[in-house]
């Protein structure tokens, strides 16, 4: 057993009071607040929004706020640990929900933080990425890297809802996180790279000497064929549960270098419990229903639902029904680190 540390009131008045003055504190009363013993003891609490209770909110919001009096019409969840109005869903990942009205554009821009959007409602939605438009259907999974110039679009007739998830929270506490504004961006009158280029996995464009390999080479990832390859793990998984890793085709690793996604698929009533993880997490559900105890606390989620668990939560999901997830996690920015852990249940 450690030895129990020092308290501030055992200090003498006269010295905290020169301590003050000469603008230093004594470590040792506040050194378990930022060494805990074992693990970590986060700020972020379970969190839990329910699509049915955002939507309206969001359509409100669209008839209150033009797009031009918002640049990004948003709602953003708030980490129930920190409170409404927090920036930020767990300890590095911000999630908003945008809502873009047929015709609207919401202009160019670039920031520092990454984004990922994930499409929970409606047809004909676009980003425009560094040139490229970026359709958006359904659970399409669409990167915005940072320092990429992005805009939004739409060209259909119903609105568009999606899930934006940034690493804003990190670069605020770095005090990196800046913007820079434009006008829209010309498109090149081509489809996306995962109709392209990357049309098959394991399929490349051929190098040759000098071929410069694009860092975002793949900036789309259609929904349609995420959920082919989940049903074919699952269908050979002998009751493993079915999980695919979003990355890069050229290199293999995760989409972006803080954020990671993983989508799942569970059959009805599959139940898993992944080991304690040292990442924090939101899961996006983007079709099916079930229950998820995140430490003690149980959340029942149905389709375009979203919620949150904190670093080393106990994780327990149960689905209701086939269902299908995306887990947002940090666990590329945690490797690169040297932190990432796992710990049996
Ligand atoms: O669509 O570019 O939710 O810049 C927050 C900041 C979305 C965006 C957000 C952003 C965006």
New binding site residues.
């Given amino acids: 057993m450690a030895p129990k540390l020092g308290t501030l009131e055992e200090l003498p008045q006269d010295y905290r009071d020169a301590l003050s003055e000469a603008g230093v504190a004594p470590l040792w009363p506040m050194m378990r607040n930022v060494l805990p013993h074992d693990a970590p003891r986060p700020v972020t609490r379970p969190g839990h929004w329910d699509f049915e209770k955002l939507r309206p909110l969001l359509l409100k919001a669209g008839e209150l706020t033009p797009v031009e009096k918002a640049e990004?019409r948003?709602l953003v969840l708030s980490d129930p640990g920190r409170g409404t109005g927090a920036m930020q869903a767990t300890s590095s990942i911000y999630i908003?929900m945008?809502l873009l009205l047929p015709g609207e554009t919401?202009p160019a821009?670039k920031?520092t933080p990454s984004?990922v959007r994930i499409i929970v409602e409606g047809k004909g939605g676009y980003t425009v990425v560094d040139g490229e438009k970026l359709p958006m259907e359904e659970g399409d999974l669409v990167l915005?890297p940072g320092g990429e110039w992005?805009d939004?679009g739409h060209d259909g007739n119903e609105p568009v809802i999606w899930l934006?998830a940034?690493d804003l929270p990190l670069f605020v506490y770095l005090e990196g996180s800046y913007?820079i504004e434009s006008e829209l961006q010309a498109q090149r009158n081509r489809p996306d790279a995962s109709q392209v280029e990357y049309r098959a996995s394991g399929l490349a464009p051929a190098r040759r000497a000098g071929t410069q390999i694009r860092r975002y080479p793949m900036m789309r990832y259609p929904w349609s064929r995420t959920e082919e390859a989940l049903r074919e793990m699952a269908r050979y998984g002998d009751g493993e549960v079915a999980e695919l890793d979003y990355v890069n085709p050229e290199t293999g690793e995760d989409v972006l270098p803080t954020m990671g996604f993983t989508a799942m698929m569970l059959a009805e009533s599959q139940k898993v419990s992944p080991p304690r993880r040292s990442t924090s997490a939101v899961f996006h559900v983007i079709r099916g229903s079930g229950t998820t105890t995140v430490d003690g606390e149980t959340i029942a989620w149905k389709a375009k639902g979203t919620f949150s668990a904190p670093v080393f939560a106990a994780i327990d999901h149960q689905a209701a029904e086939e269902s299908f997830l995306v887990q947002i996690h940090d666990r590329p920015l945690q490797e690169r680190l040297r932190y990432y852990e796992e710990r049996p249940r």
């Fill in positions: 990004r948003v908003g945008q919401a821009h920031h984004a915005t992005h939004h934006d940034l913007a």
